[in-house]
């Protein structure tokens, strides 16, 4: 299956899909108020970011309640930073580092 590269006004979105439309139906179904602004299908068959580009010296991990905050909160950083206290207890200054570290690995 394809992979394509979706980016709306907000996002960059990397999904498998069998084509064009169904690629832009998962973007819409994600992110139902956003436009879809470019769509291309990917060369290769995986999506790789450089960590060392993103500057990350592999002492952050990815947290899965991080992460899952941030899709129900479909991005919205504010907001994925209360439903992360929420979930764990942990004051503002660690969710926000919890959240914002996650959105720079690309959640």
């Known amino acids: ?25 998962v973007a819409k179904s994600h992110y139902p108020d956003e436009d879809v602004l470019r769509l291309t299908k990917r060369p290769r068959d995986i999506w790789v970011i450089s960590k060392r580009l993103l500057g990350i010296d ?25 439903l992360y206290m929420m979930d764990t207890g942990v004051d503002l200054h660690e969710a926000q580092r919890a959240i914002e570290t996650n959105m720079s690995l690309g959640w």
Do not use: Q, S
């Open 1 to 25: 299956m394809p992979l394509f590269e979706i980016e709306t006004n907000a996002h960059i979105m990397i999904a498998w899909a069998d084509d064009k439309e169904t690629a832009e139906e």
């Open 58 to 82: 592999g002492a952050a991990e990815p947290c899965d309640v991080a992460r899952e905050c941030l899709a129900k909160a479909h991005g919205d950083k504010v907001h994925a930073i209360r």
